[in-house]
């Protein structure tokens, strides 16, 4: 059974530190990655923020880059992002995705490349 799940959201000031966590089972995954998608954007624009692929490359969006962490837990399937130093524009839903097919999703925010999603956590920065 697949199931992708993530956790860890709030509510934050700006500067502040969060840490999301994701549990995904079912397969043994090629890429797992962090998109988000902010108020009153719909479910096309979401953003790729960071991921991470089984050949152990690791991609972050700019506009997170220095200030966010991906990694993984020792279970493949765990998937975290820290998050520090956070500003009101970071303010969105969360998702986690995942998929097995590394020709697919490795190396692009395509969010086609990914066929599995959590719910998502929400993560909001007051200024």
């Known amino acids: 059974q697949v199931q992708v799940k993530e956790s860890g959201g709030g509510s934050v000031e700006a500067g502040g530190s969060l840490k999301l966590s994701c549990a995904a089972s079912?397969?043994?995954?090629?890429?797992m990655g962090w998109f988000r998608q902010a108020p009153g954007k719909g479910e096309t624009e979401r953003e790729g923020v960071a991921s991470i692929d089984s050949t152990g490359k690791i991609m972050y969006a700019d506009s997170v880059k220095g200030r966010f962490t991906i990694s993984q837990g020792n279970a493949k399937n765990t998937l975290y992002l820290q998050m520090n130093n956070l500003k009101p524009e970071d303010t969105a839903m969360y998702y986690c995705?995942?998929?097995?097919?590394?020709?697919?999703?490795?190396?692009?925010?395509?969010?086609?490349?990914?066929?599995?999603w959590g719910q998502g956590t929400q993560v909001a920065v007051s200024s």
């Open positions: 079912g397969y043994t995954y090629s890429c």
């Open positions: 995705a995942a998929d097995t097919w590394l020709p697919r999703c490795g190396g692009t925010w395509d969010l086609a490349g990914y066929n599995y």
